[in-house]
């Protein structure tokens, strides 16, 4: 090798080395700051409804949207059960299972003697982001999504790592059947589509040339899984004739598979600004074209291997390979599965829910390319370049994202703290309700059972200091904070019960420069009359009030606010909210951190007008 290309290598190394840590260190960082800590969206607010109506066995058994979640059933109503709804905790719990899949991948990748170091290196990098990239993060910030997908994922996996074993007559031989017929019904009853996960095995099988009665036991395990699931109580689900004949005749069907195939790779393009989304005719044709030159690479590379029956010389090629077929069939019973809401909304085949399953076909696409690039001199420098620009192609829509699901954990708090003090917020420009991702109705139904069981955003019992006098508070406890701030009713809503309630909003700071996170708004008799929490984006008018201070008020570490997010997110507001609300009272805040009162208050300006009926 001469010197320009060793130092070429060794350059392309470093390259890969820093973006991998670069992007895991941001993805790790944005998904903590952006994840659910509070239940959110229509599916688990009625998800939520059925566990708390229900036995264990009913709702790990039930098919909900006709999805069998019993595996990730088992953790969410551990849960409910034992750690009272923590979305947090579920949020880690969901985490551990994300890194199961990138170790699942990088494992074999290591361990694989038909690449080099520089390939394993760029593959590493391809994974990463496949798994760490903000764009998934409609799936990745949620706890009970992130554990739903990540346990079908991780369990077909598994599957495919232990597949070639099976054919080696050995004391491993029986294990390893176990290992995989077991974790293909972990991910057939972990989410809807993961019952891919069986023709999948069957393809691979066959082109790892396994005799012909370990394809029948495949066979048959696939079949097992069908039955069990149309046997499970539930909605299965039932594809007609008439849904069918246009998907495979008219090629409808190969177009939303470009489209939902595309969709990341639309998306990256549009965060770099040169695309404008409301160019519909060009958004069309950029998806199309991706997706398709996804299909024709997918085909290049699972065709042969199917013909020459040439698999299991390379772990890296067997799981980048079975990556390319899950992903697409998992991608295929979607379309076919949604057909109904894909034809009263044909932009909902691009929705982010399902970029967790096409950004993994890239990846897959990519690793497998790599393995077979390795050792073409003239293919392998492409390939490398191509892994060591997805990086810095995907950034700009890793940064947005990254920045937009962190406004969306402070809201979530918002629509929380009302439910904590038991009004009804639905007046406003913004309905704190709708920002939980949830119809109203069922959002207040939920909310009544979790409240009177102490669970989730209740858990804290935050909602049972309202009425109480604040001397009764952690046993009377109280210090100076040396608190200071300005707030002021925001407007008027209405209790649950009917009574009218005021909206408060302001700023506060702590001991010069710290934020609270709880405060407590009393009446002049001591009465605790509602609680807030820091939540709120200041203002420009606000920010101008405190301008005059010469510090800078940070509710994340200023370094990583600086670093990850260029600044943004300082000087938050707190939301809370006066239940039994009569105007002609002065109110004050405390802070309620640390099991103490502060002794400084903060006065609430009100109107001195009587209040009229919301």
Same mark, same amino acid.
């Given at each position: 090798?001469?010197?320009?290309?060793?130092?070429?290598?060794?350059?392309?190394?470093?390259?890969?080395?820093?973006?991998?840590?670069?992007?895991?260190?941001?993805?790790?960082?944005?998904?903590?700051?952006?994840?659910?800590?509070?239940?959110?969206?229509?599916?688990?607010?009625?998800?939520?409804?059925?566990?708390?109506?229900?036995?264990?066995?009913?709702?790990?058994?039930?098919?909900?949207?006709?999805?069998?979640?019993?595996?990730?059933?088992?953790?969410?109503?551990?849960?409910?059960?034992?750690?009272?709804?923590?979305?947090?905790?579920?949020?880690?719990?969901?985490?551990?299972?994300?890194?199961?899949?990138?170790?699942?991948?990088?494992?074999?990748?290591?361990?694989?003697?038909?690449?080099?170091?520089?390939?394993?290196?760029?593959?590493?990098?391809?994974?990463?982001?496949?798994?760490?990239?903000?764009?998934?993060?409609?799936?990745?910030?949620?706890?009970?999504?992130?554990?739903?997908?990540?346990?079908?994922?991780?369990?077909?996996?598994?599957?495919?790592?232990?597949?070639?074993?099976?054919?080696?007559?050995?004391?491993?031989?029986?294990?390893?059947?176990?290992?995989?017929?077991?974790?293909?019904?972990?991910?057939?009853?972990?989410?809807?589509?993961?019952?891919?996960?069986?023709?999948?095995?069957?393809?691979?099988?066959?082109?790892?040339?396994?005799?012909?009665?370990?394809?029948?036991?495949?066979?048959?395990?696939?079949?097992?899984?069908?039955?069990?699931?149309?046997?499970?109580?539930?909605?299965?689900?039932?594809?007609?004739?008439?849904?069918?004949?246009?998907?495979?005749?008219?090629?409808?069907?190969?177009?939303?598979?470009?489209?939902?195939? !595309?969709?990341?790779?639309?998306?990256?393009?549009?965060?770099?600004?040169?695309?404008?989304?409301?160019?519909?005719?060009?958004?069309?044709?950029?998806?199309?074209?991706?997706?398709?030159?996804?299909?024709?690479?997918?085909?290049?590379?699972?065709?042969?291997?199917?013909?020459?029956?040439?698999?299991?010389?390379?772990?890296?090629?067997?799981?980048?390979?079975?990556?390319?077929?899950?992903?697409?069939?998992?991608?295929?019973?979607?379309?076919?599965?949604?057909?109904?809401?894909?034809?009263?909304?044909?932009?909902?085949?691009?929705?982010?829910?399902?970029?967790?399953?096409?950004?993994?076909?890239?990846?897959?696409?990519?690793?497998?390319?790599?393995?077979?690039?390795?050792?073409?001199?003239?293919?392998?420098?492409?390939?490398?370049?191509?892994?060591?620009?997805?990086?810095?192609?995907?950034?700009?829509?890793?940064?947005?994202?990254?920045?937009?699901?962190?406004?969306?954990?402070?809201?979530?708090?918002?629509?929380?703290?009302?439910?904590?003090?038991?009004?009804?917020?639905?007046?406003?420009?913004?309905?704190?309700?709708?920002?939980?991702?949830?119809?109203?109705?069922?959002?207040?139904?939920?909310?009544?059972?979790?409240?009177?069981?102490?669970?989730?955003?209740?858990?804290?019992?935050?909602?049972?200091?309202?009425?109480?006098?604040?001397?009764?508070?952690?046993?009377?406890?109280?210090?100076?904070?040396?608190?200071?701030?300005?707030?002021?009713?925001?407007?008027?809503?209405?209790?649950?019960? !009917?009574?009218?309630?005021?909206?408060?909003?302001?700023?506060?700071?702590?001991?010069?420069?710290?934020?609270?996170?709880?405060?407590?708004?009393?009446?002049?008799?001591?009465?605790?009359?509602?609680?807030?929490?820091?939540?709120?984006?200041?203002?420009?008018?606000?920010?101008?009030?405190?301008?005059?201070?010469?510090?800078?008020?940070?509710?994340?570490?200023?370094?990583?606010?600086?670093?990850?997010?260029?600044?943004?997110?300082?000087?938050?507001?707190?939301?809370?909210?006066?239940?039994?609300?009569?105007?002609?009272?002065?109110?004050?805040?405390?802070?309620?951190?640390?099991?103490?009162?502060?002794?400084?208050?903060?006065?609430?300006?009100?109107?001195?007008?009587?209040?009229?009926?919301?």
């Amino acid at each position: 090798m001469s010197k320009f290309a060793e130092q070429a290598e060794r350059a392309a190394q470093i390259c890969a080395a820093v973006a991998t840590a670069a992007f895991l260190s941001s993805g790790l960082v944005y998904l903590y700051l952006g994840r659910w800590t509070v239940t959110m969206g229509a599916d688990y607010w009625s998800i939520y409804e059925i566990y708390l109506n229900h036995s264990w066995l009913e709702s790990a058994l039930l098919k909900i949207n006709y999805h069998s979640m019993f595996f990730p059933s088992l953790i969410l109503l551990a849960d409910l059960r034992f750690l009272h709804g923590d979305q947090q905790l579920l949020f880690f719990v969901g985490m551990i299972l994300l890194f199961c899949t990138t170790n699942l991948l990088l494992v074999p990748l290591w361990r694989d003697k038909t690449v080099g170091f520089t390939a394993k290196l760029a593959g590493t990098l391809v994974v990463i982001v496949g798994n760490f990239w903000m764009g998934n993060a409609t799936i990745t910030t949620s706890g009970g999504n992130l554990c739903t997908n990540s346990l079908a994922i991780d369990g077909a996996l598994l599957a495919f790592l232990w597949l070639p074993i099976t054919r080696i007559e050995s004391t491993r031989f029986l294990k390893a059947w176990l290992i995989v017929i077991g974790s293909g019904f972990v991910a057939s009853f972990s989410f809807g589509a993961g019952l891919a996960v069986w023709p999948t095995l069957l393809l691979l099988g066959w082109s790892l040339r396994l005799p012909w009665r370990s394809l029948a036991v495949l066979l048959a395990g696939g079949f097992t899984a069908i039955l069990l699931y149309v046997l499970l109580p539930g909605g299965s689900g039932e594809i007609s004739s008439a849904t069918l004949t246009p998907l495979l005749t008219g090629g409808t069907g190969i177009e939303r598979l470009c489209r939902l195939l !595309g969709a990341p790779l639309l998306y990256a393009e549009e965060a770099w600004g040169s695309l404008a989304i409301s160019d519909q005719l060009a958004t069309s044709l950029l998806s199309l074209t991706c997706g398709a030159l996804g299909l024709v690479f997918a085909g290049l590379a699972v065709v042969p291997k199917l013909i020459r029956r040439d698999l299991g010389r390379s772990k890296l090629e067997l799981i980048g390979l079975a990556l390319v077929i899950f992903d697409l069939l998992v991608m295929v019973i979607i379309i076919v599965g949604r057909d109904d809401n894909f034809r009263e909304n044909p932009s909902e085949v691009s929705a982010p829910r399902y970029w967790f399953w096409s950004s993994l076909f890239w990846a897959g696409l990519l690793v497998f390319a790599i393995q077979r690039a390795e050792p073409t001199k003239w293919l392998r420098w492409p390939v490398f370049l191509i892994a060591l620009t997805i990086p810095i192609v995907a950034f700009p829509s890793h940064y947005k994202e990254g920045v937009g699901w962190r406004y969306v954990n402070i809201l979530s708090e918002s629509g929380a703290i009302s439910l904590i003090n038991g009004v009804r917020d639905v007046n406003d420009d913004v309905n704190e309700i709708e920002i939980l991702l949830g119809p109203p109705d069922l959002v207040y139904r939920v909310a009544a059972q979790l409240r009177a069981q102490r669970l989730d955003m209740f858990a804290d019992g935050l909602q049972e200091w309202i009425g109480l006098p604040e001397t009764s508070l952690f046993a009377g406890r109280h210090k100076s904070e040396r608190l200071k701030g300005k707030c002021h009713v925001d407007g008027l809503v209405q209790c649950e019960n !009917g009574a009218s309630a005021a909206k408060v909003t302001g700023w506060s700071l702590k001991r010069g420069h710290a934020m609270p996170r709880t405060l407590v708004i009393v009446d002049p008799a001591g009465v605790i009359r509602g609680v807030a929490r820091s939540c709120r984006q200041l203002t420009n008018h606000e920010l101008s009030d405190i301008a005059r201070d010469d510090e800078r008020h940070w509710t994340i570490n200023k370094l990583i606010s600086e670093i990850f997010y260029e600044g943004k997110f300082q000087d938050s507001w707190f939301l809370g909210y006066i239940t039994n609300y009569d105007a002609r009272l002065r109110y004050a805040v405390r802070s309620a951190d640390d099991g103490m009162l502060s002794d400084e208050k903060i006065v609430v300006d009100t109107p001195v007008t009587a209040p009229s009926t919301p």
